[in-house]
């Protein structure tokens, strides 16, 4: 096993490495660049259009656009939002923050690309039931039925681990370290939790999501918020920090580690991309499933989920860290997070629940999203009859994951989140070219050009 994982941990550090960063940033300057700047010219339209219905009631699709882009959020606003950022500024010194900015900048225009896509070439299964995603605009548009298959087979496994094991362990030990849980009883529970929504399929997963995303979210910014608020005067000092770690490397006051330009870019540039997930080609699976009469509306509504998984969540987690000045060298992921907020807060107990209950809440709806990606995968692999059984075997994973030890499954995910990406962002940029026409479309009047 010790020999797997390392063999594991290598492809995943070259998978994960330079070229990967420099495609992932690189396809979405070039599309922010193809679309006119989308994300900064129409973000207060998109922000509005989240709450609007489709102009026709008979639009095809599962779930409204609120719905989509809270099953999105569900599956991107995880523990890397609690646990990514705190590693990535612990690794990557302050700056690290700046360069996770920069992925969620470039990102919005590769989220809304994916999401045109995604409406596009989406298909309406026999049950009904909409079907969409990366696999099926790689097969209808690139005409490449392998590259398809092979992003299914990425995304399947990889809903195991990233979406699934992954999540429950990181909850029940949440759990477990703030409440003295065991990690069997906590797993048991949230595969009992999970299994009730998931089996309703995406407009049950939708109904959940619409009401615990916005909770979720709106509780840990609340916590956020209260933290910085008490200690307002060290703001300044902190945006101060990390605009000049960003390009110095240099600490700016007591008790901040300084890491290095390279450190910064290679820690912020990798771990925002992990956590808005811009490239890799899951959210579009959950973009395809809305109710929209045009691909661009649901795109718009898209790309603004990047904008609150990285400009927002995982800004608040990381300015709570730089204003504690508690980057000492020793401590990483969700437990500097718990300590820079005990510290924010004066307290000794109250970071950890905050951290705890944030984790478990965040953990809990990335199985939801997740499950639904892993679900379409699968569809698409095997047909609609594995879904019954797909939903069955993802429940008892659940409860796997919180009770066994998962060093390996964690490298192993990050090789299938790197080999998803590859072939979508082949299809994005050979592609690039229809989503510029279907986006001109739109704002000229606009056509109904989404999949039959």
Not at 397 to 425: H, K, Q, Y
Request: charged share 10%.
């Amino acid at each position: 096993m010790e020999l797997i994982h390392t063999f594991l941990t290598k492809i995943s550090d070259i998978l994960w490495g330079i070229p990967l960063m420099v495609a992932l940033i690189g396809t979405g300057l070039y599309l922010t660049a193809k679309l006119g700047f989308v994300q900064f010219r129409y973000m207060p339209k998109a922000l509005r259009m989240i709450f609007l219905p489709p102009h026709d009631d008979k639009s095809t699709g599962d779930i409204s656009h609120f719905q989509a882009l809270m099953t999105a959020l569900a599956a991107t606003v995880g523990t890397g939002n609690i646990a990514g950022v705190g590693t990535a500024v612990a690794m990557g010194g302050p700056g690290a923050l700046f360069w996770m900015w920069v992925t969620g900048l470039v990102g919005m225009a590769t989220k809304y690309a994916e999401a045109v896509l995604a409406i596009r070439y989406r298909i309406v299964q026999k049950n009904g039931t909409v079907s969409g995603g990366p696999m099926y605009y790689i097969e209808r548009g690139l005409k490449s039925k392998n590259l398809a298959f092979a992003f299914a087979l990425f995304t399947s496994v990889a809903a195991f681990g990233t979406g699934n094991m992954i999540q429950s362990n990181s909850v029940a030990e949440a759990v477990n370290g703030a409440f003295g849980v065991s990690n069997w009883i906590t797993g048991f529970v949230i595969a009992l939790l999970a299994g009730v929504v998931i089996i309703g399929g995406i407009q049950s997963i939708g109904r959940v999501t619409q009401v615990l995303v916005p909770f979720m979210i709106v509780f840990y910014m609340l916590a956020g918020i209260i933290a910085v608020f008490m200690n307002i005067h060290m703001f300044p000092a902190a945006l101060k920090v990390i605009f000049i770690h960003a390009f110095t490397g240099e600490a700016v006051f007591g008790g901040l580690v300084g890491a290095g330009i390279k450190e910064a870019m290679r820690f912020g540039l990798a771990r925002g991309l992990l956590s808005n997930e811009s490239g890799q080609g899951s959210s579009p699976i959950a973009a395809a499933a809305a109710r929209t009469d045009h691909p661009v509306t649901q795109a718009l509504v898209s790309m603004t989920q990047t904008f609150i998984d990285t400009m927002v969540v995982c800004s608040m987690t990381g300015f709570i860290i730089i204003m504690s000045q508690s980057l000492d060298g020793e401590l990483t992921g969700a437990k500097l997070t718990a300590v820079a907020f005990n510290s924010l807060l004066g307290s000794e107990t109250t970071g950890g629940l905050v951290t705890a209950l944030g984790l478990a809440v965040f953990a809990y709806s990335t199985l939801l999203g997740w499950s639904y990606y892993g679900e379409i995968a699968m569809e698409y692999i095997f047909g609609l009859s594995v879904i019954k059984y797909y939903r069955i075997i993802f429940v008892i994973f659940i409860f796997l994951g919180a009770i066994i030890r998962l060093e390996t499954v964690w490298v192993f995910s990050d090789v299938m989140n790197a080999l998803m990406a590859l072939p979508n962002l082949l299809a994005l940029v050979l592609l690039a070219g229809e989503i510029r026409k279907i986006h001109i479309d739109y704002f000229k009047g606009g056509k109904k050009l989404y999949g039959e």
